[in-house]
């Protein structure tokens, strides 16, 4: 169903009949580490997560897993060559 509270327009899947069905009844602006982040628009009350109803929640351990501005590095892991194994393969 679309949206009638704070993201006008956009299909919401919390939204019924009755009105919103999220906690608190509405969904929440974004927070700061959301900033630059491709999935946040501009709607007439604020500034909104069009995929998350609570960006704060996703942010709470550690990186938000949908974001488009953060990077991931995987770390290279260099294992250690044991020298007396390696003097004998020579």
Same mark, same amino acid.
């Given at each position: 169903?679309?949206?009638?509270? !704070?993201? @006008?327009? *956009?299909? +919401?899947?919390?939204?019924?009949?009755?009105?919103? #069905?999220?906690?608190?009844?509405?969904?929440?602006?974004? !927070?700061? @580490?959301? *900033?630059? +982040?491709?999935?946040?628009?501009?709607?007439?009350? #604020?500034?909104?997560?069009?995929?998350?109803?609570?960006?704060?929640?996703?942010? *709470?351990?550690?990186?938000?897993?949908?974001?488009?501005?953060?990077?991931?590095?995987?770390?290279?892991?260099?294992?250690?060559?044991?020298?007396?194994?390696?003097?004998?393969?020579?």
């Amino acid at each position: 169903m679309l949206c009638t509270t !704070v993201r @006008n327009g *956009q299909d +919401c899947v919390f939204m019924t009949g009755a009105g919103c #069905g999220y906690n608190g009844g509405s969904c929440a602006p974004i !927070v700061e @580490n959301c *900033q630059g +982040c491709k999935r946040s628009a501009p709607f007439e009350t #604020g500034i909104y997560c069009t995929a998350a109803p609570d960006p704060a929640l996703k942010w *709470q351990n550690g990186n938000c897993n949908i974001a488009t501005h953060v990077k991931t590095v995987a770390a290279v892991k260099t294992q250690k060559i044991n020298p007396i194994k390696a003097s004998k393969r020579r």
